[in-house]
Nanobody, 110 residues
Framework: QVQLVESGGALVQPGGSLRLSCVAS????????MNWSRQPPGKQRELVAT???????NYADSVRGRFTISRNNAKNTVYLQMNSLKPEDTAVYYC????WGQGTQVTVSS
């Protein structure tokens, strides 16, 4: 069955960096666009970044220039590099394609 397992979430200070990873299994990873979304506390889930099968990327305005999505098809893994983190980036981050992962918590606080 489809499985998406996120990792890399942590508590980080404002201005810091994190790299999230999502390992996929149970489906042909290379033929799916992959996405990262996030859900801040008390708010709706929002799409953060998308990467197509050809490597084209798209970002939410709130993260463009600070976050980078990438993929390694040989490892069935999609990444989200997050730089210049702000307190408003605090959220549970989800990887999704044909299904959703369980999420990983990112907290940005001093």
């Amino acid at each position: 069955q489809v499985q998406l397992v996120e990792s890399g979430g942590a508590l980080v200070q404002p201005g810091g960096s994190l790299r999230l990873s999502c390992v996929a299994s149970g489906f042909p990873f290379s033929i799916y666009s992959m996405n990262w979304s996030r859900q801040p506390p008390g708010k709706q889930r929002e799409l953060v970044a998308t990467i197509t099968t050809g490597g084209r990327t798209n970002y939410a305005d709130s993260v463009r220039g600070r976050f980078t999505i990438s993929r390694n098809n040989a490892k069935n893994t999609v990444y989200l590099q997050m730089n210049s983190l702000k307190p408003e980036d605090t959220a549970v981050y989800y990887c999704h394609g044909p299904d959703w992962g369980q999420g990983t918590q990112v907290t940005v606080s001093s």
